[in-house]
């Protein structure tokens, strides 16, 4: 079930693994290669989170801050989270189609983990 976006805004809505509570929050859209390379890049913060798709991998070259980073699969689901300072090199999930990108330490406190679902809702204009 392959997913196409447009750079954009819209809603995270994560669906905690082992029925966990269903949290909504803010997302950029990133799908253009533009917006996929600058991603949080000179960001000192970021409001929820930013998707990256398509992606598999991630870096924090240039990154002024910690981040959370989700590795998702075609159908949505959550293969791996990990927290990455900044200057780091993400191994490619070979699984992975879209990446999420927050804050440190925000994801958890979502439920997003291994395991758990998302979906994105898209703001329409």
Do not use: C
């Not at 991603?39 to 992606?55: E, K, M, N, Q, T």
């Not at 699969?73 to 791996?80: E, K, P």
């Not at 927050?102 to 204009?125: F, K, S, T």
């Amino acid at each position: 079930m392959g997913r196409r976006w447009q750079d954009g805004r819209g809603k995270l809505i994560v669906h905690g693994a082992g029925g966990a509570s269903v949290v909504a929050v803010p997302l950029e859209i990133a799908t253009s290669y533009r917006a996929r390379t600058k991603g949080l890049l000179g960001r000192d913060s970021v409001d929820g989170a930013i998707l990256l798709s398509p992606a598999n991998s991630v870096h924090t070259f240039r990154m002024r801050m910690p981040i959370d980073v989700a590795y998702v699969d075609r159908d949505l689901g959550v293969i791996a989270v990990h927290t990455m300072k900044p200057w780091r090199l993400g191994l490619p999930r070979f699984r992975s189609r879209h990446v999420l990108e927050a804050e440190a330490g925000v994801m958890a406190g979502w439920g997003l983990r291994a395991g758990a679902r998302v979906e994105v809702a898209v703001d329409v204009p």
